[in-house]
């Protein structure tokens, strides 16, 4: 399936080059800034690898594996490691995407949020089908929007992806902005659910009380880091739609 189209290039006025949508203009950006904008992805990108590896090291402890430990592993892979690289794949300060085209972007960002959703989709119904009392805990109602808004935000990104042959039925600046805010909720979502699965008993006894408090300010700060691009891109796009 291809992901991008000539006419989609000619419709879509996000050019890495000169675009208002960056967080910073590429040529004419202050150093410093670009420098800060550098380090907080690799923060970012620090902060994502520490927090997936104790998830991953915690599911893997003593005992057998059960339903619960493969929920933890697929869901934290699906959303706080390949859905998170799929929004930072766009970001014009991303370090492993930020020197391939806007196509080339654009494809990453469609297979990594095809895997990721996958995953995170697959583990949350592994969870259902184990449990008899769903979606009586935060934990679990967090997840329940996350798994939701997942699956919304990729069937509205088909929309998006094929604005342009779509465009007499629906606005393109209205799929791609809907979009933007389906997949930030349902991130966001993801995020306070891992945190709530941080603040669990098991976990605390696991670690320490201390370790849980730290990987729940780390999953808090990469969350914030990562929707600011979006959420720049959001807010831009909503403007300019009401100036035409």
């Not at 960002?109 to 995170?120: M, P, R, T």
């Not at 008899?132 to 699956?151: E, K, R």
Request: charged share 15%.
């Amino acid at each position: 399936m291809s992901l991008a189209t000539n006419h989609i290039d000619d419709f879509d006025a996000e050019k890495m080059k000169d675009s208002k949508e960056m967080l910073v203009p590429g040529a004419h950006s202050d150093v410093k800034l670009k420098i800060f904008n550098s380090s907080m992805n690799v923060l970012t990108h620090i902060l994502i690898g520490c927090t997936v590896a104790i998830a991953v090291l915690f599911t893997f402890r003593e005992g057998e594996m059960n339903a619960t430990r493969i929920h933890i592993i697929l869901c934290v892979l699906g959303y706080q490691l390949l859905m998170a690289e799929s929004i930072l794949s766009l970001s014009p300060h991303n370090g492993w995407s930020s020197s391939l085209k806007l196509v080339h972007k654009r494809r990453a960002h469609w297979i990594l949020q095809l895997l990721g959703s996958g995953l995170a989709i697959a583990g949350s119904i592994i969870k259902i089908l184990d449990k008899s009392i769903h979606w009586n805990t935060l934990h679990g109602q967090f997840a329940l929007v996350a798994m939701v808004f997942t699956g919304v935000s990729f069937i509205n990104g088909l929309a998006s992806l094929y604005a342009y042959e779509l465009r007499r039925l629906i606005p393109g600046v209205l799929s791609k902005i809907t979009h933007i805010i389906f997949g930030t909720v349902a991130f966001v979502s993801a995020s306070i659910s891992l945190c709530y699965g941080f603040d669990k008993n098991s976990f605390r006894t696991w670690s320490t009380s201390e370790m849980a408090d730290t990987f729940i300010a780390f999953t808090a700060i990469f969350t914030f880091v990562i929707i600011v691009n979006p959420l720049v891109v959001f807010f831009d796009k909503t403007v300019k739609s009401f100036q035409r």
